[in-house]
T-cell receptor, first 113, second 114 residues
Framework: DQQVKQNSPSLSVQEGRISILNCDYT??????FLWYKKYPAEGPTFLIS?????DKNEDGRFTVFLNKSAKHLSLHIVPSQPGDSAVYFC????????????FGTGTRLQVFP | KAGVTQTPRYLIKTRGQQVTLSCSPI?????VSWYQQTPGQGLQFLFE???????NKGNFPGRFSGRQFSNSRSEMNVSTLELGDSALYLC?????????????FGQGTRLTVV
């Protein structure tokens, strides 16, 4: 049972445009959500997170939106840069005394010039 | 501050053997989690340790085990290796162990079972 889903395995965006990566979840106990960026043969790097008490969190070019009623979150990257090309993972946690993360299967973002 | 360190980086083992992977968390972090990444499967949660106690375990067979030491360093062990155990094994540490904070990942150990 995949509790966190990233339905788009890949996304291709032109440099300078907006990249929108989507993530859906099924477990209503999740109250903390994170996005990680990953290059091959490396560990994931934390990008941005959001608590369920918020609906938006912004950090530079990265903004995460949370729609609790739809159990949906999205990551916006504006403007997209070639260095953003990587696999992006959405993760969720039910934070009651645990750091356990449930990950989606990832979306490969390619930003072309 | 040093990041999460995993050793070894690469490992080749034969079916039926056992393997031990090591993880040193960021200094001061008390929570350590392990994940398995295989192609197309994303990152699958293996187990979580806090103060030398296993707090959570993922849906993996009993061949997968782990432990945490008093200095927060952690090891995971896989016995009777199978070809399907070939994967990138990732360790993550978190500062408080109470949830609600980001986890910091090591570079992983690439295990190949032949």
């Amino acid at each position: 049972d995949q509790q966190v889903k990233q339905n788009s395995p890949s996304l291709s965006v032109q440099e300078g445009r907006i990249s929108i990566l989507n993530c859906d979840y099924t477990n209503s106990m999740f109250d903390y959500f994170l996005w990680y960026k990953k290059y091959p043969a490396e560990g994931p790097t934390f990008l941005i997170s959001i608590s369920s008490i918020k609906d938006k969190n912004e950090d530079g070019r990265f903004t995460v939106f949370l729609n609790k009623s739809a159990k949906h979150l999205s990551l916006h990257i504006v403007p997209s840069q070639p260095g953003d090309s990587a696999v992006y993972f959405c993760a969720a946690s039910a934070t009651s005394n645990t750091d356990k993360l449930i990950f989606g299967t990832g979306t490969r973002l390619q930003v072309f010039p | 501050k040093a990041g999460v360190t995993q050793t070894p980086r690469y490992l080749i083992k034969t079916r039926g053997q056992q393997v031990t992977l090591s993880c040193s968390p960021i200094s001061g972090h008390r929570s350590v989690s392990w994940y398995q990444q295989t192609p197309g499967q994303g990152l699958q949660f293996l187990f979580e340790y806090f103060s030398e106690t296993q707090r959570n375990k993922g849906n993996f067979p009993g061949r997968f085990s782990g432990r945490q030491f008093s200095n927060s360093r952690s090891e995971m062990n896989v016995s009777t290796l199978e070809l399907g155990d070939s994967a990138l094994y990732l360790c993550a540490s978190s500062p408080l162990g109470t949830g609600g904070t980001e986890a910091f990942f090591g570079q992983g150990t690439r295990l190949t079972v032949v």
